[in-house]
T-cell receptor
Framework: DQQVKQNSPSLSVQEGRISILNCDYT??????FLWYKKYPAEGPTFLIS?????DKNEDGRFTVFLNKSAKHLSLHIVPSQPGDSAVYFC??????????????FGKGTLLTVNP | NAGVTQTPKFQVLKTGQSMTLQCAQD?????MYWYRQDPGMGLRLIYY???????DKGEVPNGYNVSRLNKREFSLRLESAAPSQTSVYFC???????????????FGSGTQLSVL
């Protein structure tokens, strides 16, 4: 059973426009959420995160929104740039696990930003 | 600062062969992880080690063994490789001293493994 779902395998947007990537989760124990970005032939790199005590976290062009009641989060990129073209993974954790902390990832969304 | 280093970057095996994927981190992190990435499947946890001397199974541990050699190194072994183990393997690490609001894993660049 997939606990973190990214239902859009791909997304294409024009440079300068907003990119919105969506993620849903089923495990109510998850209380910390992260987005990772991955370029081909590289490892995933951390982008932005949000704790369940917040509903929004912003870092430059990137904003993550969390709707706990809907078990849904989204990543907004404004404005989108060609260099943002990559696979984006949503991940979640139950921090109450303490030292057994681990991340559960979605399948990823390939974002293509067209010049 | 090298971060998380994985070797080899590429490997081709025949069914039944064995090999060990190496991972080392220089960030003094306590926890280390092995994930595999398959098309359409995202990243799935194979094994992890919360601290030196401990290892635990993840989501897809069958066919793998791990060794936490010391605080820096965490290896993944395939005793008898199968075509289903063709994948990209990522090692990651995390430190306990990262503030609770900033828990994130740092990943290596991956090992592309093909089993024929």
């Amino acid at each position: 059973d997939q606990q973190v779902k990214q239902n859009s395998p791909s997304l294409s947007v024009q440079e300068g426009r907003i990119s919105i990537l969506n993620c849903d989760y089923t495990n109510s124990m998850f209380d910390y959420f992260l987005w990772y970005k991955k370029y081909p032939a590289e490892g995933p790199t951390f982008l932005i995160s949000i704790s369940s005590i917040k509903d929004k976290n912003e870092d430059g062009r990137f904003t993550v929104f969390l709707n706990k009641s809907a078990k849904h989060l989204s990543l907004h990129i404004v404005p989108s740039q060609p260099g943002d073209s990559a696979v984006y993974f949503c991940a979640a954790s139950a921090m109450r696990g303490g030292s057994n902390y681990k991340l559960t990832f979605g399948k990823g969304t390939l974002l293509t930003v067209n010049p | 600062n090298a971060g998380v280093t994985q070797t080899p970057k590429f490997q081709v095996l025949k069914t039944g062969q064995s090999m060990t994927l190496q991972c080392a981190q220089d960030m003094n992190h306590n926890s280390m992880y092995w994930y595999r990435q398959d098309p359409g499947m995202g990243l799935r946890l194979i094994y992890y080690s919360a601290s030196e001397g401990t290892t635990d199974k993840g989501e897809v541990p069958n066919g793998y063994n791990v060794s936490r050699l010391n605080k820096r190194e965490f290896s993944l072994r395939l005793e008898s490789a199968a075509p289903s183990q063709t994948s990209v393997y990522f090692c990651a690490s995390k430190g306990w001293d990262i503030p609770a609001t900033n828990e994130k894993l740092f990943f290596g660049s991956g090992t592309q493994l093909s089993v024929l």
